[in-house]
């Protein structure tokens, strides 16, 4: 398309969309390779009975479903709806308050805070889990220097839960302060004007418009709290077992078919937290 008042091809200036689109086709290849054929494949292993993933002596069952009514599993998926539960809740609790502090501060370098507060999760989640396992054991780095006695709380509730909390918990601190940073000031001066203390300035209009950070950044941590298994394994030492640590037994025992049906499981409730989410937050906002 050329302009003809000045004579300039806009073509050589606009990106051709047929050209980005062909960019994108290898990694939609990779997609559809590593992420949907697996699927794919976990789909159709719930429906048969085989040794391992051999298409040799398939048979059609749905006996592998009955793993969802074990006593292990049903105490696995009350101990995940728990532990993720509570740390959510926790994670909303703490998450909120330090980015809203954040957001109140006359702070110049606010990004940089956040920055730093979400740095660690650059790091492999082994490294910090097992970082923390040696600090909840009596004798650590900082009993050490401090000369004191530790406490050892490994292998217990409190070890997974803290160890929850403190891994996820930047996941909801970025969405709830970029609903906060999105805030109209102009707002809260008309809230003031009208006579309204600050809590109720805070109640009445900053959390309702935050409400979708808050969704976003809860769907963040409740998911990967209830489908991982490093966590309850390095702090909990193995005495307390999620639904994650199930499905990894059973992918290592090569029990391939009931591994698939509580992975797919898994996987209905992260589709339906993701549907939640662009409920909530159509254009994405606050994961921005």
């Known amino acids: 398309m050329q302009n003809h008042h000045t004579g300039i091809d806009k073509n050589k200036f606009i990106p051709n969309a047929h050209r980005l689109d062909r960019l994108s086709r290898p990694y939609l290849v990779w997609l559809y390779i590593f992420a949907c054929f697996p699927v794919l494949i976990m789909f159709a292993l719930m429906f048969v009975d085989a040794e391992?993933?051999?298409?040799?002596?398939?048979?059609?069952?749905?006996?592998?479903?009955?793993?969802?009514?074990?006593?292990?599993?049903?105490?696995?998926?009350?101990?995940?709806?728990?532990?993720?539960?509570?740390?959510?809740l926790l994670c909303i609790f703490f998450g909120y308050l330090l980015a809203y502090t954040l957001y109140k501060s006359k702070l110049k370098n606010k990004y940089l805070i956040l920055l730093l507060l979400i740095l660690p999760m650059w790091t492999n989640i082994l490294l910090r889990i097992t970082a923390l396992a040696n600090i909840f054991k009596p004798n650590n780095i900082i009993t050490d220097m401090l000369g004191i006695e530790g406490w050892n709380i490994i292998g217990t509730d409190w070890a997974i839960l803290l160890g929850m909390v403190f891994t996820y918990l930047p996941f909801i601190v970025l969405p709830i302060y970029t609903s906060l940073e999105k805030i109209d000031p102009s707002l809260e001066e008309a809230a003031l004007d009208l006579g309204v203390t600050d809590f109720t300035k805070f109640w009445k209009v900053i959390f309702p418009l935050s409400f979708k950070g808050i969704v976003s950044g809860s769907i963040m941590v409740l998911l990967p709290c209830m489908s991982g298994f490093a966590i309850p394994k390095v702090l909990g030492e193995g005495n307390i077992l999620l639904i994650g640590n199930i499905i990894e037994q059973n992918f290592i025992n090569m029990s391939y078919n009931q591994g698939a049906v509580l992975a797919i499981v898994i996987l209905i409730v992260i589709l339906g937290s993701i549907l939640l989410v662009n409920k909530f937050d159509k254009e994405g906002e606050t994961l921005l």
């Open 52 to 88: 391992g993933i051999r298409f040799e002596g398939m048979e059609f069952t749905m006996y592998n479903f009955t793993v969802l009514g074990t006593k292990s599993v049903l105490i696995a998926f009350w101990n995940s709806v728990k532990y993720s539960v509570l740390t959510t």
